[in-house]
């Protein structure tokens, strides 16, 4: 079943952050009265909310974006459930334990993605697998090679996020990850995080220089001590 109009502007929302309605009318090809007239529907739902933003001399232009309602309207992959077991395990093993059971779902990860990514040794490839990989999960992933010649991989949802709230040792075991696939031929550090109250996740991915092949698979673990 095809998406309602209102729907695919949450999505737009949840993907690209705040628009106004001309934006994301040309996005979604109607008219900017359409596309107001849908925010205005959404608002009085409580899904969205409007900021109005100066820019110049002119007008301010007002801008929509989704409210904490409007984001529970994504999946959230039984988030109570995820809570009851990280707190069942944390009473029964201690941290200890829940460490060690995150770092096997690291260990069987890093399998499972290498495994997909096996034969790919462009790191522009790697990065578009990944996150193929990651939309498919849920995380509503993208990859971007800016005109400065950044490269992001950007997760604008995390399905997983009530669980990664109480047990900060998820996200950084995702950073771990991340860094373990594209070593040695990059290095990842974190820009955005859901966590600290950012709209996504985001990772910078730094190529290195050739010859430049230190890993640092191990090095890295608990070195971002902003992203756990």
């Not at 959230?76 to 009473?91: C, K, P, S, V």
């Not at 334990?97 to 399998?111: M, P, V």
């Not at 509503?140 to 950007?154: K, Q, R, S, W, Y």
């Amino acid at each position: 079943m095809r998406p309602s109009t209102a729907d695919r502007l949450l999505e737009l929302l949840k993907s690209r952050g705040p628009l106004n309605a001309t934006e994301a009318a040309n996005l979604l090809g109607m008219t900017s009265a359409g596309a107001q007239q849908q925010f205005s529907r959404l608002a009085a739902d409580a899904l969205v909310e409007a900021e109005d933003r100066k820019s110049g001399r002119g007008r301010p232009q007002r801008y929509w974006r989704l409210t904490g309602k409007g984001h529970d309207r994504f999946p959230d992959r039984h988030g109570d459930l995820a809570l009851e077991l990280i707190e069942a395990i944390r009473t029964l093993f201690g941290d200890e334990g829940l460490d060690r059971l995150i770092h096997q779902r690291e260990k069987s990860t890093l399998a499972v993605y290498r495994d997909r990514l096996s034969g790919r040794s462009s790191l522009v490839d790697r990065l578009r697998i990944l996150a193929s990989i990651r939309a498919a999960e849920g995380y509503m992933a993208e990859f971007h090679a800016e005109p400065t010649g950044e490269l992001l991989l950007v997760e604008n949802h995390c399905p997983v996020c009530a669980a990664a709230s109480a047990c900060r040792g998820l996200c950084r075991s995702e950073l771990e990850i991340f860094r373990a696939l594209l070593s040695p031929h990059a290095d990842v550090e974190r820009k955005d995080h859901i966590q600290a109250g950012d709209r996504r996740c985001s990772y910078r991915i730094i190529p290195r220089r050739s010859g430049d092949t230190a890993g640092n698979d191990g090095a890295g673990r608990g070195a971002d001590a902003a992203g756990t």
